[in-house]
């Protein structure tokens, strides 16, 4: 036994354990599980163990622009999704290499601390900032990996097929980083994708289309048709209501409409946003077994609209979190967002209920947390279990709601009322990465990201 840990309380899938001792081989992977209280040395932890959250939706350099975009100047142009993508552009076209890196390594760092052990890098800034590629194809994912790495998150590098800019239209100038012109072209950057996430052993590889309007007709159903389900598959779908009139228009079928009339969607593929959806589109996600991906303080920031979460339930859909521009860091936030969204419109409070498991936060821990793994292309679905590695969230037994919580509230003390001021940490692969609310290499990765956003100067 090279290390075991004694947890107040350790969340399963059936409940809490009180007083778990979870004993560790050499790589932080569990060989045991027991509630006997004879582990002297163990170290003892005050605090409740949850499964470490899973991001299933990143783009990392939008961190440097976390917050901006919401000075509204009166220009008189109407402040909108797409007016905060030219200015997402104007980021894009900036960012070298290293500036890449150490916001990465920052923003990584932060999940971390809130309680994400695992993230879905959904990766289109693959060129240099004339749109050149590097000679190293995948210079930029490397990067990616190599932040996961520095800050001890795992990582799913997601390289996205971009080839467009819009419907049937040619891409713009200020999207040349984003572009493989071929179907080639992207097979050629994910076979380099994939020696860089060889570099790293928490590291594994994705794939996907960026969206229906950046990629052709043809292209689109080529991608899937060669698509293996050896790994997931990630595109955005549906986020806006103009993208949904530009699909109308160009296809005369609504976005999921036409990726499930034209494309072998199955249980792999994980569909970013799919806000607006008709009764059709629901079921047919739902039947198709394909998986969404939520991220609410995003959609909420960008003015997206509501998720159709209470009719994609009644047809057993399966849904992830992620924070994509990264407004909000926080998995209890978007959980809560996620449902408060809901309650403001149906005036329901029972959001996240299953069929004879009323526990709220149970329940959306669960389903986060259990398709947020799919989302990785993993495929086990037990939270702490012999064989898997300890990732964990340790939330503090000493928070007052938290002390005086008995086992039955407590899932959702933790989910409906607490936030990282109490955690206690972060375990990955059975090592404390953060404590406290401090990462293990926090200084050096601050005085990169610093640095970083000096040179940019963005902020
Ligand atoms: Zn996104």
Redesign the pocket.
Known sequence: MAKAYTFKGLLTNNGWLENATVQLDSRGCITAIDTQANHPKAEYVNGYALPGFQNA???AF?YAMAGLAELHEGTGIPDDFWSWRTAMYSLALQISPNQLEAIATMLYAEMLRHGYTAVAE?HYLHHDRNGKPYNNLAELGERLVAAAQNAGIKITLVPMFYQQGGFGKPAEDKQKRFLSKTVDAYYQLLDSSQQAVLQYSHANLGMGIHSLRAVNEADIKTVCRDFQNNRPFHI?VA?QVKEIEDCLAFYGQRPVEWLLNNTPVNAHYHL??ATHLNDAEVQGIAKTQANVVL?PS?EGNLGDGLFRLADFKAHHGHWSI?T??HVGLNPLEELRLLDYGQRLTTHKRHTFYQEGHGDSGFNAISMAWKTGRKAMGATHDAFFAVGQPLDALVMDAQAPLVACSTLKNLCNTLVYASDASNTLGTLVNGQWVVQHNQHQNGERISQGFFKALRELGVR
Do not use: A
Request: hydrophobic content about 15%; some cysteine.
């Open positions: 939706h990143s783009h939008q959904f955005h986020e970013v946003h991220c995003t992620g994509d521009s």
